[in-house]
Structures are given as structure tokens and as C-alpha cells.
């Protein structure tokens, strides 16, 4: 364990002795102004994402929350950490978008698919609560395409059916309803591919994902 905190602390000092002197006046102004990021960026936990990174975003541009699967429960089912970014992000910090980021691979879609990977973790299983209707739709489409002869990968559309789930469940929200109407603020559903950094988008309205 404390091999890791060297590791931890040997990566912050390579941070303060290469990376912090580059930027040092952005650094300086971030942390006297008030912060004014323009999106709230919705991602999943996994180690292997970075929001900042591949949205090529400065410090202070993006909003970022992250939980296992990419989730946003509906208004009023359990409001918590997730529900308190999304107000405070729309009503105090006044962001004109919000990103639902879902990505391949991801184990969180895989623990639908195979239950018995999440037996032992009981507050994982509830929290996936959240997703079940996507893994209802997902197989329902999956199901069609395959009777109709055409490739399908029940895997991603169930990450894609995840994504639309959790944009629907940002619109209970009233902060974001509200914003919406006023239109004052946008959404989107992204996958990101980490094999490859290719991102796909539905722009809020839309069930399709395009490339960029
Ligand atoms: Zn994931």
C-alpha cells in the first residue's frame, strides 16, 4: 500500500516541478475567480476515462461527476450526490450543457447482462437499479435486429439504451426541466470508445449516435 502512496506522491511532485510552472497564471487566476465552468460532464467511474482529457477542456471549464455506470436517478428516487451536482450545476454554476458520457467496455452494462458479477455487492446491485430499463429496451432491440438478419451487439446497445435512460432521467430533474424551457441549457449522449478515442453523439432530442 504505501508503495502506491509513493507513487501517488512521486506523481504530484513530477506535477508541481513540470506541469504547474507551464501554467501558472491559469493556475493563479482559477483559484481567485469564481468558477464558470460551461458544462456539467456525466461520466462513468471507470479509471480508464477522462473527461478533461478528451474533451481537450482547461482547469475550471468542465463540471465533472462520476459514478458506476454513468447514472442519473430520477427526480425523487434517490436523491443524493448525483441529484445535488446536477442542481447546483444548472442553478448556481448556470451550465448551458450537460454531457451523459457511457463508453465500451464498461462493466458496469457488462453487471446487467451477468448479475451474478455484482452477487456480492449489494449497494452496486441497487444503485444499477437505475439502468434496468435501459437493459429491458436494449433486448427488445437486440431481438429485433437479430430475427431481421442485422449485426447487433447486445453490449452496445445496451451502453447506447443506458445513455438515452439517463438523459430522460436528467429531464425529471426540475433545475435542468426548468433550464430546458427557458432555453438556457442543452443536453447530450456520448460513447466513448477507449480503444480507439472515437466519441459518438446524440444530441439531446435524438436516440441516434453519429460520429463526430
Ligand atoms: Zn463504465
Not at 463540471?63 to 448525483?82: D, H, Q, T
Not at 458520457?101 to 458496469?108: M, P, S, T
Request: aromatic share 6%; charged share 15%.
Amino acid at each position: 500500500m504505501d508503495r502506491i502512496l509513493e507513487q501517488l506522491k512521486a506523481g504530484v511532485r513530477r506535477f508541481q516541478a513540470e506541469v504547474y510552472p507551464l501554467q501558472a497564471a491559469i493556475f493563479e487566476q482559477a483559484a481567485v475567480e469564481e468558477q464558470a465552468p460551461h458544462t456539467l460532464f456525466i461520466a462513468c467511474a471507470d479509471s480508464r476515462i477522462d473527461p478533461v482529457a478528451i474533451t481537450s477542456s482547461s482547469t475550471g471549464e468542465i463540471f465533472v461527476a462520476r459514478n458506476i455506470g454513468n447514472l442519473v436517478p430520477a427526480y425523487g428516487e434517490m436523491l443524493g450526490g448525483v441529484s445535488a451536482v446536477v442542481e447546483f450545476a444548472v442553478t448556481s454554476l448556470g451550465v448551458r450543457h450537460i454531457v451523459i458520457c457511457g463508453h465500451l467496455h464498461c462493466g458496469a452494462m457488462q453487471a446487467l447482462l451477468d448479475p451474478d458479477a455484482i452477487a456480492k455487492m449489494p449497494t452496486v446491485q441497487r444503485w444499477m437499479n437505475n439502468a434496468h430499463a435501459a437493459f429491458s429496451v436494449a433486448q427488445i432491440l437486440h431481438q429485433r435486429a437479430e430475427q431481421s438478419g442485422a449485426h447487433s451487439d447486445l453490449m452496445q446497445v445496451l451502453t447506447e439504451q443506458n445513455v438515452l435512460l439517463q438523459m430522460q432521467h436528467l429531464k425529471t430533474h426540475p433545475s435542468v426541466a426548468a433550464a430546458m424551457a427557458r432555453s438556457e441549457l442543452t443536453i447530450s449522449g456520448w460513447i466513448y470508445n477507449i480503444g480507439t478515442g472515437e466519441v459518438r453523439i446524440a444530441p439531446g432530442g435524438s436516440s441516434k449516435f453519429e460520429p463526430l
